[in-house]
């Protein structure tokens, strides 16, 4: 603790995954850096929803190819978190005396960082992950926990029955508590399924990370070892309910699926709230230029971009060029994406940086009602002339 000061409460953000399930968007740069929606990253959620919320501590864990996302937290200043007591914090793993060590799993992370938190002397700590897209006040949240009297309280969203096996699932009492968590089960008796928001009382996080660390059969995470034995235990743990939008973009196909919810007017995130503003490290952009011959059609083009071609049901992200007679359709081209003319890129995503060349078709979509996987295009890519890519 510093000075005597402490925090009422502050956040732990896991953001050290290697997001392999998103493949070459991630070759090179952490999951939560990923380009999102135009002219977001994907962290700008939970730390938007942390300021928000009025929590200004924010410690980030990273690990995987932390370069770029480093950069683009900086300190923190786009999202408020540039305080002399509190802000935002890189927290990558380090060397304990001749010991140097990865972080072993999400709880391991956490508890690598029981003095970082410690200097805050916080009552509460939220832990959250860094690869989730959606908007929630954390305060109420919080005013929740202390109602209750938890221990630990998780998020929960309603998931339709048929799909509730792909999720953690907390099966929970009239009032709440927790008596049951469940990993993916095969027959789920419930619909309750984790957001990966946890609100911990940190003297209970803390007596369990150490005891978690000690145990050398643990996989030291959250979901398989924390929360089952805090339920072992009898602790208090409640879910709370959340009845917003939310999207885990850990998989190629969510992320396309959350780029494409943005221009679904039926889907309720809105990004141009003013009541509740995403924030970002957005870097100055010239008006984006619009040609006489663009067709533009239910997308988004953002700042920077030059656009000729025809456009539909797409997201543009910043500093893109489209040709005359290029064709985007159902796609996401993220920053500084070079389309030239006669070009046709369908159900794709596009990394950024690359280049598709003239007369190149990338994509396609299914005609017959099947289901095809989404083209990807890796950062940085230059695809030749009259090049055919289809996934």
């Known amino acids: 603790m510093i000075r005597g000061k402490s925090k009422e409460c502050i956040a732990m953000l896991l953001a050290g995954g290697q997001g392999s399930r998103l493949k070459v968007?991630?070759?090179a740069t952490a999951k939560p850096a990923v380009p999102f929606g135009g002219k977001y990253r994907i962290i700008d959620f939970p730390l938007s929803n942390c300021v928000n919320s009025g929590i200004d501590t924010v410690g980030i864990m990273t690990q995987y190819q932390p370069l770029e996302l480093n950069d683009y937290i900086g300190t923190g200043s786009p999202w408020g978190l540039d305080r002399n007591f509190g802000g935002v914090h890189i927290l990558p793993p380090y060397a304990k005396s001749s010991k140097s060590e990865w972080y072993k799993g999400t709880a391991n992370a956490i508890y690598q960082n029981i003095n970082f938190v410690d200097r805050y002397d916080p009552e509460y700590v939220l832990v959250l992950s860094g690869d989730h897209i959606y908007k929630m006040d954390y305060e109420k949240m919080l005013k929740?926990?202390?109602k209750k009297g938890s221990e630990c309280t998780i998020a929960v969203l309603d998931v339709p029955i048929e799909e509730a096996s792909r999720f953690g699932i907390m099966n929970t009492n009239p009032d709440d508590s927790i008596y049951e968590f469940e990993e993916?089960?095969?027959?789920?008796?419930?619909t309750k399924a984790s957001?990966?928001?946890?609100l911990f009382n940190w003297d209970i996080l803390k007596e369990y990370l150490i005891s978690d660390e000690a145990d050398p059969n643990s996989s030291n995470d959250f979901g398989k070892n924390i929360i089952p034995n805090l339920l072992k235990d009898k602790k208090k743990l409640y879910a709370y309910q959340f009845d917003g939008y939310w999207k885990d973009v850990g998989t190629l196909e969510s992320l396309w699926e959350a780029n494409m919810d943005l221009l679904d007017p039926d889907v309720p995130i809105e990004l141009k709230d003013k009541n509740?503003?995403?924030y970002a490290r957005n870097y100055a952009e010239p008006p984006s230029l619009i040609s006489r011959t663009a067709e533009i059609n239910n997308s988004?083009?953002?700042e920077g971009c030059t656009v000729k071609g025809s456009v539909k049901n797409s997201i543009i992200s910043t500093g893109c060029k489209i040709a005359e007679d290029a064709i985007i359709i159902n796609s996401v081209l993220?920053?500084?994406?070079e389309v030239h003319?006669?070009?046709v890129v369908k159900y794709s995503i596009v990394g950024s940086e690359s280049t598709i060349g003239m007369n190149a078709k990338i994509g396609e979509i299914p005609e017959d009602g099947t289901k095809k996987d989404i083209c990807v295009i890796g950062r940085g890519s230059d695809i030749a002339a009259g090049s055919v890519v289809i996934q």
């Open 25 to 27: 968007l991630t070759a």
């Open 144 to 146: 929740y926990h202390k």
């Open 184 to 190: 993916k089960p095969k027959q789920p008796k419930s």
């Open 195 to 198: 957001m990966g928001v946890y």
């Open 276 to 278: 509740y503003k995403i």
């Open 300 to 302: 988004f083009v953002a």
């Open 334 to 337: 993220m920053p500084d994406v």
């Open 341 to 343: 003319s006669g070009a």
